[in-house]
């Protein structure tokens, strides 16, 4: 199973690249992390955000396999807790199929993108930088495999 986070914006700085891919490295063969950036595109020189936000929805389809169950973090989106979160990931396991979190960039995602998602999750209340909701969906992601293996990780 793949667990593909599909992120608007390049060029963050290097601990972010590194933190996911330390986590991605600890959850193994069984749910394999995958990070794809998407260009942010320019808001300058009078283009609407609607638009930008439209050309990056589709960046962001292209990078969606065929087939993947589409997860978009939104602040509107169910909030779970961790064992929750490892339930859901326990579906998704049984399922077989890859799953695409989206990410926004600046002012989010696009709202038609939004509603052709699965479902939608959020990681907090607090408006986080996109940079680390990269890191914290990663870690939460290895937690909740890790609840599901038992793996001493979790403490409550």
């Known amino acids: 199973m793949k667990l593909i986070m599909v992120a608007v914006g390049t060029r963050l700085p290097a601990w972010v690249g ?3 891919a330390g986590y991605a490295k600890r959850m193994g063969r069984e749910a394999v992390l995958e990070l794809v950036e998407i260009k942010a595109q320019p808001r300058s020189g009078g283009v609407p955000t609607a638009r930008a936000m439209a050309q990056e929805a589709n960046g962001i ?16 989106g169910a909030d779970l807790t961790t064992k929750a979160l490892a339930k859901r990931l326990e579906h998704w396991m049984q399922e077989a199929s890859d799953v695409a979190f989206l990410i926004g960039g600046a002012d989010g995602l696009d709202a038609k993108l939004k509603s052709e998602a699965d479902e939608s999750l959020r990681l907090s209340s607090l408006t986080l930088p996109h940079a ?25």
């Open 18 to 20: 590194e933190a996911v």
């Open 61 to 76: 389809r292209a990078a969606i396999p065929r087939g993947a169950r589409v997860v978009v973090l939104d602040e509107r």
């Open 132 to 156: 680390l909701v990269r890191v914290l969906l990663a870690e939460q992601l290895y937690r909740a495999l890790s609840l599901l293996k038992n793996h001493p990780y979790h403490r409550e």
